[in-house]
């Protein structure tokens, strides 16, 4: 029975995967949308980043910030 049960466990790691990239996704849109300034300058000047050249690493913690404290998405 629990051999049965395991089969049809979802691949947690697939799924965080898969949240993780659909939330790098809208922050990269954001960004170009330019909706993310105010966030990022608060970054650099927390972190000492630069906006620009620290650009990709900002938003990955974005992004990141944003998995770990629970946006939420339709997975249908």
């Known amino acids: 029975m629990s051999e049965q049960m395991s089969e049809i466990e979802p691949d947690v790691d697939m799924i965080n995967q898969q949240t993780f990239e659909r939330i790098l ?3 990269l849109e954001q960004d170009k ?6 966030d990022i ?3 650099c000047d927390v972190y000492g980043l630069h906006a620009d050249d620290d650009r ?3 938003l990955g913690f974005i992004a990141e ?3 770990y404290n629970g946006a939420i998405y339709d997975t249908i």
Do not use: H, S, Y
Not at 33 to 38: I, M, T, Y
């Open 41 to 43: 300058q608060i970054i």
């Open 25 to 27: 996704d809208d922050v």
């Open 56 to 58: 990709d690493d900002i």
């Open 65 to 67: 910030n944003k998995f």
């Open 33 to 38: 949308e330019g909706l993310l300034e105010e």
